[in-house]
């Protein structure tokens, strides 16, 4: 539940951000807020086809071998979580500033309504589309039931749009950067223990063999069992017996994720590169 809500949380935020800058910076105009609902609806229509098309092409794979299969699904989710995070710290302030330049062309009558709909419906199916991929790799993970995902995913959807319209009210005066660098640091977190499950499934199809010494032994004070090492598991990747390839992978990809997002975040504006 926890992955899943974090992940949902983190996106919707995301989309809310995109559609909050476009409604004030549109606010006076008539009728858009109907043409930014059509672009809500329509993105959210996009990323249930990318879900359904998600599952056509898992049923197509699993031919291959259920373990192969699992890292594979897994590999991919951690790439996109780590990209996510790159692209986003890379690009988040200038997606603002291009939003508030679209609501004031729309505001002054340079630009139609329509602009208001297609850009929002980007917006969500972008996120949405994110969302269908990323939560697919928990499926694939083991990690919540669906039950539990459902619950996770209502929890984030209702958080993530609470903060983003306290947001856009002038409600809440935390700084957006902060709220995503909270949950960067949570999703490279759940990429890099997503990156050593895989690991653990290609070791059990025989495809790495090596470094397979168990690290430690924490299974007498904390198990994956129970309910507190469930939670760590899904929220940094924790395992009571991790082996040595595993171990290697978890900080590797923790490292990278966080090396890239340095390099590709932009300057403040004014310095000099």
């Known amino acids: 539940m926890l992955a899943t809500l974090i992940i949902v949380f983190r996106e919707i935020i995301e989309a809310g951000l995109v559609v909050g800058i476009i409604l004030a910076t549109t606010r006076g105009v008539p009728r858009r807020g109907l043409w930014v609902t059509y672009g809500i609806i329509a993105g959210a229509f996009g990323a249930c086809l990318v879900a359904l098309f998600a599952d056509k092409i898992a049923g197509m794979m699993q031919g291959i071998g259920q373990e192969i299969f699992n890292a594979s699904i897994l590999i991919i989710a951690v790439f996109m979580l780590g990209w996510h995070n790159v692209w986003m710290a890379r690009h988040g302030r200038t997606i603002a500033v291009e939003m508030k330049e679209i609501g004031a062309k729309v505001a002054s009558g340079k630009r139609s309504l329509t602009a208001l709909t297609v850009v929002v419906g980007v917006a969500v199916l972008r996120e949405g589309s994110e969302i269908v991929l990323f939560l697919y790799g928990i499926i694939i993970s083991g990690n919540e039931t669906a039950s539990s995902m459902l619950i996770g995913g209502l929890i984030g959807l209702a958080l993530g749009a609470l903060i983003s319209a306290l947001m856009y009210f002038g ?6 950067r902060y709220l995503f660098s909270v949950t960067s640091w949570l999703i490279s977190l759940l990429a890099a223990g997503m990156a050593a499950q895989a690991i653990g499934f290609l070791q059990q199809a025989g495809i790495i063999n090596s470094l397979t010494h ?24 924790y395992t009571d017996r991790p082996n040595q390839m595993q171990l290697i992978i978890y900080i590797t990809t923790l490292v990278v994720i966080f090396i890239l997002m340095k390099i590709c975040k932009p300057a403040p504006y004014g310095s000099v590169k």
């Open 171 to 176: 409600l809440l005066r935390i700084p957006a």
């Open 214 to 237: 168990i690290v430690w032994d924490s299974s007498n004070i904390l198990s994956n069992g129970s309910i507190t090492g469930k939670a760590l598991h899904t929220l940094i990747g």
